[in-house]
């Protein structure tokens, strides 16, 4: 079947505005993470998903960083009055389970003007 | 609280030759699992091993396998044979199995293989 799914793939923001970020992980996956990415690092921990139920957001930077799965499916990131320091990669990814690997999509890259 | 260690930033290897890529993690969840991920400069990222905490016998994908030394907390990434494809950053990571399984990564090494 089809993989991690987002888009949209490149979103340039001009600062202030607000964007969203979506994500469709692949069908029947319970688990559904959000990374952020800055050039040349590892991915940082945003915040977890199982099924619809948001389980750990304690990577979320501020309070303008919120993320939903309302139905336990798609995923939509949104950053509210989006800063030059929000500009990165973000990445989901999915799981089966709670204990399998998590298989990512190909990321949005965000760039704030 | 759950850490990942990569300690080498960069690595540059001969064609076909093996290459270890070191991973140290620290956690206090007592099941958990390991994970290695390969990032092409394309951007995505790639699943490569799994390795479980109570598992018996290192884990082997392929040309990867983990050596996973569970009393010095370690999760060494081996490539035999490498090739020019093998190029990219490579990630260690972890899941503990405790209440909110999140997954954290290390901070990658980068190999070049030279050819």
């Known amino acids: 079947g089809a993989g991690v799914s987002q888009s949209p793939r490149y979103k340039v923001a001009k600062r202030g505005q607000d964007v969203a970020l979506r994500c469709d992980p692949i069908s029947g996956h319970v688990s559904l993470f959000w990374y952020q990415q800055a050039l040349g690092q590892g991915p940082e921990f945003l915040t977890y998903?199982?099924?619809?139920?948001?389980?750990?957001k304690s990577g979320l930077p501020s309070d303008r960083f919120f993320a939903e799965r309302p139905e336990g499916s798609v995923s939509t990131l949104k950053i509210q009055r989006t800063q030059q320091e929000d500009s990165a990669v973000y990445l989901c990814a999915s799981s089966s389970t709670g204990k399998t690997e998590a298989f990512f999509g190909q990321g949005t890259r965000l760039t704030v003007v | 609280a759950q850490k990942i260690t990569q300690t080498q930033p960069g690595m540059f290897v001969q064609e076909k030759e093996a290459v270890t890529l070191d991973c140290t993690y620290d956690?206090?969840?007592?099941?958990?699992?390991l994970f290695w991920y390969k990032q092409p400069s394309s951007g995505e990222m790639i699943f490569l091993i799994y390795q479980g905490s109570y598992d018996q016998q290192n884990a082997t994908e392929g040309r990867y396998s983990l050596n996973f030394q569970k009393a010095r907390k370690s999760a060494n990434l081996v490539i035999s044979a490498s090739q020019l494809g093998d190029s990219a950053m490579y990630f260690c990571a972890m899941r503990g199995y405790s209440s909110a399984s999140k997954i954290i990564f290390g901070s990658g090494t980068r190999l070049s293989i030279r050819p």
């Open positions: 998903f199982q099924n619809e139920a948001q389980l750990d």
């Open positions: 956690t206090s969840d007592p099941s958990y699992g």
